[in-house]
């Protein structure tokens, strides 16, 4: 089946500067990519997505990058801001159009 | 535009003992999913229904948790008995047919703890 991994466990970033968060997955099936942005104690919620047709995507502040020939695909933050701390989690649709998640990103964004 | 609903929130068992938790999703949408989160870690996934039918539950531990949707709407998942590292959050996950995308939307979830 479909492994995710994700890096780094936990990043800590000054106000304003920029984040990066990576994945890797190990399924070369898979064709769908979505990121989630979970809030201590809520559910995680959808921030962005990208199928495996497009190299980049942008929305507003929030950028994902993906290379289908290493396998591996990026979330950007950019002019980070302190309600953007949370856990976020990348995942990848494999076999059987199932999500299989990584063990997600603790971005915290120091005033 | 009503989300998932989970029910109960909250609950503290002790080992050996059953729980029941239960899941209404999105009008509509014809896929439901059971999540299991443990504290620090991603969403694993336990059960993967299409209307009344199991798509997948290679990941259920199925010596003592069981899954229904009988009428292709709300969904019962139940563990007995429970173990210690069976707490978790219990999340209920639902998405549109057709949907190429994937696109899930997930439940406020179900916290167990066991004793």
């Known amino acids: 089946g479909e492994n995710v991994e994700q890096h780094p466990s936990t990043l800590s970033v000054q106000e304003g500067d920029s984040a990066v968060i990576k994945c890797t997955y190990s399924d070369s099936a898979s064709n769908y990519f979505p990121w989630y942005k979970q809030e201590l104690g809520k559910r995680p919620q959808l921030i962005i997505d990208i199928r495996s047709n497009v190299g980049e995507k942008k929305d507003q502040r929030i950028a994902v990058t993906l290379n289908k020939t290493a396998k591996h695909f990026s979330l950007h933050i950019t002019e980070t801001q302190p309600e953007d701390s949370a856990v976020y989690f990348c995942a990848a649709s494999g076999a059987g159009n199932m999500l299989t998640f990584g063990g997600g990103t603790r971005l915290m964004v120091k005033p | 535009e009503a989300g998932v609903a989970q029910s109960p929130r909250y609950k503290i068992i002790e080992k050996r003992q059953s729980v029941a938790f239960w899941c209404n999703p999105i009008?509509?949408?014809?896929?439901l999913y059971w999540y299991q989160q443990i504290l620090g870690q991603g969403p694993k996934l336990l059960i993967q229904f299409q209307n009344n039918g199991v798509v997948d539950d290679s990941q259920l531990p199925k010596d003592r948790f069981s899954a229904e949707r009988l009428k292709g709407v709300d969904s019962t998942l139940k563990i007995q008995p429970a173990k210690l590292e069976d707490s978790a959050v219990y999340l209920c996950?639902?998405?549109?047919?057709?949907?190429?995308?994937?696109?899930?939307?997930f439940g406020e979830g179900s916290w167990l703890t066991v004793v």
């Open positions: 996950a639902s998405s549109p047919p057709r949907d190429r995308r994937n696109t899930i939307y």
């Open positions: 009008s509509g949408h014809a896929t």
